[in-house]
Antibody, heavy 121, light 108 residues
């Protein structure tokens, strides 16, 4: 069974950093695009970043570009999101998401349970 | 960049048909995916590539996409369909994933 398990969320002060991790199991990591999607409290879904595991290409939303870095560790089957210069409006549940295929226009198929990130002083 | 517009809410009586729209400039030229999200849960894919239905998703869910509007149709609506629904595309021009604002489906 395909599973995604996020970790690394928590409370951080504005300007601080956090590193989210997503452990992958039950599927071949390199055959899919992987993504991070967030949802602020009471708000809709917002795409954060995508990563083509096989090609190592990265894509970011305008709101996080230059502050967040997505990466994948093929040997450890883990997806990461390094978040720097965090702001209050980064507060959200962050979901790790596997696409249906390696193609960026494909749907988001498997979702993790989410990890909460709170940016507050 | 592409903006996807959904009605904030749709209400429908049990057993009737719900139609949730997703509007965007020439959205018919994009591949649209739909997600269902119930309170406190992660989203679930219900329609991919405009009209594909993942394994395990009820046949009552269907999708279409043409011109400037994509539509998610839920026939024979049940109380368990009450949820937020989101449309999503990949914009190859901006290299961005775009989500619609979401529609809250209420079953009367």
């Amino acid at each position: 069974e395909e599973q995604l398990l996020e970790s690394g969320g928590g409370l951080v002060q504005p300007g601080g950093s956090l590193r989210l991790s997503c452990a992958v199991s039950g599927f071949t990591f390199t055959n899919y695009a992987m993504n991070w999607v967030r949802q602020a409290p009471g708000r809709g879904l917002e795409w954060v970043s995508s990563f083509t595991v096989s090609g190592g290409n990265t894509y970011y939303s305008d709101s996080v570009k230059g502050r967040f870095t997505i990466s994948g560790d093929k040997s450890k089957l883990t997806l990461h999101l390094q978040m720097n210069s965090l702001r209050a409006d980064d507060t959200a549940v962050y979901y790790c998401v596997q696409s249906r295929s390696k193609f960026l226009n494909d749907a988001f198929d498997i979702w993790g349970q989410g990890t909460m990130v709170t940016v507050s002083s | 960049s592409l903006v996807l517009t959904q009605p904030p809410s749709v209400s429908v009586a049990p057993g009737k048909t719900a139609r949730i729209t997703c509007g965007g400039d020439d959205i018919g030229s994009y591949s649209v995916h739909w997600y269902q999200q119930k309170p406190g849960q992660a989203p679930v894919l219900v329609i991919y590539y405009d009209s594909g239905r993942p394994s395990g998703i009820s046949e009552r869910f269907s999708g279409s996409n043409s011109g400037s509007t994509a539509t998610l149709t839920i026939s024979g609506v049940e109380a368990g369909d009450e949820a937020d629904y989101y449309c999503q595309v990949w914009d190859s021009s901006s290299l961005h994933v775009v989500f619609g604002g979401g529609t809250k489906l209420t079953v009367l």
